[in-house]
């Protein structure tokens, strides 16, 4: 229970690297309640949601079946599939559950004005309220920047570099299939797949975000690509990545007011660990720059443990447990809120609802 004593149903949307980790986390949290899942994978229907997630059965099984989940009445749907869907979150959204998630809707006042009208009339009539946010795009590109601008008289321009070698991370569909690592560099551009145009648009939705967010006036958002290809083969978890095909992207997003760069997002990503020497070379992890009075920089890196030796696994898996984290840690502001649209520049600031797990429950 929290201080207000409410309890709130939740249905996780996919059970992946950050579904799994969100589970968990709803498990170990009194405040909320693991009504349902729904998963994609045949080999999970009617899998208990404790087992799935290695823990004991807690009488909650898995279901590929979304109507029957639309029916359950949640408070909350955690949306985290790994390709998405306006109209699906709409059905969630007009069923009356509220949405947390970590894929998509980080800031739709700057999607496509169907796709946003969509999402509010569905949210209009579930009266229900939908909050995009994870780590980048998230808490790093949307949160510490508002939360340190605080600091600011005056800012010129804000730069989060985000620097990860990916052949650690799982999720092997996301990295090979939606991002196309190892494939000819003529398959990697924004407009080469649905996927890469929606992944674009995601980070363009975050400068987008901090650009309203601090009256930055831009006129337009541009994107640069360039692309490494990796000097010899590299194995990652049982998948060749091949000698010629891209081993590295860098993206640049860039909020621009007269051609002025003023809000950017700079991602510096690899496969296999080879590092162009024409890229800048900022310590793994994220660096957040606000260039301004004063100027600031603070840079950002999550480990399983900052003092116990632990496997790298152990290590990698710290970045999906803070993305599933800001967004079930958003579930009991996101439920309380007034129906609509709910983005990281208006939802108070969100907290770990665990904490150190003593003392009272806070009420908010
Ligand atoms: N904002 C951030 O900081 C951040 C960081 C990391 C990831 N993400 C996003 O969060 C989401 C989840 O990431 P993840 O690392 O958990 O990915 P993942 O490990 O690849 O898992 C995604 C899940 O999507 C489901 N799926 C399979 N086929 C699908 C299909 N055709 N359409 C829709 N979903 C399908 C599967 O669910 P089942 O296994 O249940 O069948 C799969 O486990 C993704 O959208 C990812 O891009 C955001």
Request: aromatic fraction near 8%; charge should be negative.
């Amino acid at each position: 229970m929290t201080g207000s004593g409410r309890v709130f149903r939740v249905v996780q949307w996919a059970t992946g690297a950050q579904g799994v980790e969100a589970i968990r986390a709803v498990l170990d949290r009194p405040d909320l309640e693991l009504v349902g899942a729904k998963v994609y994978s045949p080999e999970k229907e009617g899998v208990d949601l404790g087992v799935l997630v290695g823990r004991d059965p807690v009488g909650v099984t898995a279901t590929m079946d979304r109507e029957a989940l639309l029916v359950l009445g949640a408070d909350c749907v955690a949306y985290m599939p790994r390709l998405t869907s306006v109209e699906e979150v709409c059905a969630i959204l007009s069923s009356g559950a509220n949405v947390v998630t970590t894929a998509f809707c980080f800031y739709p006042p700057a999607l496509p004005p169907d796709d946003l009208a969509r999402l509010v009339e569905a949210c209009r009539v579930g009266g229900s309220s939908i909050h995009g946010t994870g780590l980048n795009p998230g808490n790093l590109s949307g949160v510490l920047p508002l939360a340190l601008s605080g600091m600011s008289r005056r800012i010129e321009r804000v730069t989060l570099q985000e620097r990860a070698d990916w052949s650690f991370y799982e999720s092997t569909n996301i990295t090979f299939e939606n991002m196309r690592f190892g494939r000819p560099a003529a398959e990697v551009s924004e407009e080469a797949s649905d996927f890469l145009r929606f992944n674009s648009g995601i980070f363009k939705e975050e400068v987008a975000l901090l650009a309203d967010a601090l009256r930055a006036g831009i006129d337009e958002i541009t994107t640069e690509v360039d692309l490494v290809e990796a000097r010899r083969d590299h194995e990652i978890f049982g998948i060749t990545l091949a000698a010629g095909t891209v081993a590295g992207q860098r993206w640049t997003w860039r909020g621009r007011r007269q051609g002025r760069p003023l809000v950017e997002i700079d991602a510096l990503w690899t496969v296999g660990g080879e590092y162009p020497d024409h890229w800048p070379t900022p310590a793994d992890g994220w660096t957040l720059t606000i260039e301004g009075d004063p100027s600031m920089q603070a840079h950002f890196l999550t480990l399983a443990s900052y003092e116990r030796n632990l496997p790298i696994a152990e290590h990698v898996r710290a970045a999906s447990i803070a993305t599933a984290m800001q967004a079930v840690n958003a579930i009991p502001d996101l439920c309380r809120a007034e129906p609509g649209i709910r983005t990281m520049a208006d939802l108070p600031l969100i907290r770990s609802g665990m904490g150190f797990g003593f003392g009272p429950e806070p009420s908010r």
